[in-house]
């Protein structure tokens, strides 16, 4: 199972930026899939997920409004877009693929939001 995040960066605070996350060696379609975040001293949360049809999403409080999960089963990827990003939302972003209580991780792409 491999996860591969991608388009982390630095971005001024108000810009956007978009993650990618590509999954090999999974039936993509059949997994829940989510982004998490680690901020630096603080616990990995959850930004937002998606169910393997795409037609239920799930946000934090944080970036309702904000940002945008999405996904595209032929393609086996997952999208985040992010908009009006803030200082607080620096973080690594982790990609996630879950069924049956079973979790697969990717490696994380760092986002950088100046202020």
Known sequence: V?????????????G??????VASGISFSIYTMGWYRRAPGK????????????GS???ADSVKGRF?????NAKNTM???MNSLKHEDTAVYYCSARLWGVNFWG?????????
């Open 43 to 54: 616990q990995r949360e959850l930004v937002a997920d998606i169910s393997a049809g795409g």
């Open 68 to 72: 945008t999960i999405s996904r595209d």
């Open 107 to 115: 490696q994380g792409t760092q986002v950088t939001v100046s202020s």
């Open 79 to 81: 999208y985040l877009q």
């Open 16 to 21: 956007s930026l978009r993650l990618s996350c």
């Open 2 to 14: 491999q996860l591969v995040e991608s388009g982390g960066g630095l971005v001024q605070a108000g």
């Open 57 to 59: 999403t799930n946000y």
